[in-house]
């Protein structure tokens, strides 16, 4: 059974740090594309960054220079450092990961986390 699961959010200070973990089980990733979204409250959830299986990297405009993906393919996990922090990047954060050629919409991931809530206070 494939699981993702998520760590690292949590309650933070504008212009703090977090680093949010991403945790695959069931099988291997390394060739797939690995993403995360966030949903703020009362909005849809929205693309923030992708990963592909060459490395190559995706931002959102909004997120370019303060937040980074990587990925540990040896543990089946890939990071999100967040640097900078804004009270608008407050929302819950999913990983997702998915074997499709596009990384920027929900249907293009086939597996998903729960989610880990970021909290930025002003």
């Known amino acids: 059974q494939v699981q993702l699961v998520e760590s690292g959010g949590g309650l933070v200070q504008a212009g703090g740090s977090l680093r949010l973990s991403c945790v695959a089980s069931?099988?291997?990733?390394?060739?797939?594309?690995r993403g995360w979204f966030r949903q703020a409250p009362g909005k849809e959830r929205e693309f923030v960054v992708a990963i592909i299986w060459n490395d190559s990297t995706y931002y959102a405009d909004s997120v370019k220079g303060r937040f980074t993906i990587s990925r540990d393919n040896a543990k089946n996990t890939v990071y999100l450092q967040i640097d900078s922090l804004k009270p608008e990047d407050t929302g819950v954060y999913y990983c997702?990961?998915?074997?499709?050629?596009?990384?920027?919409?929900?249907?293009?991931?086939?597996?998903w986390g729960q989610g880990t809530q970021v909290t930025v206070s002003s």
């Open positions: 069931g099988r291997t990733f390394s060739r797939y594309t």
């Open positions: 997702a990961a998915g074997s499709s050629s596009g990384y920027r919409r929900q249907v293009d991931y086939a597996y």
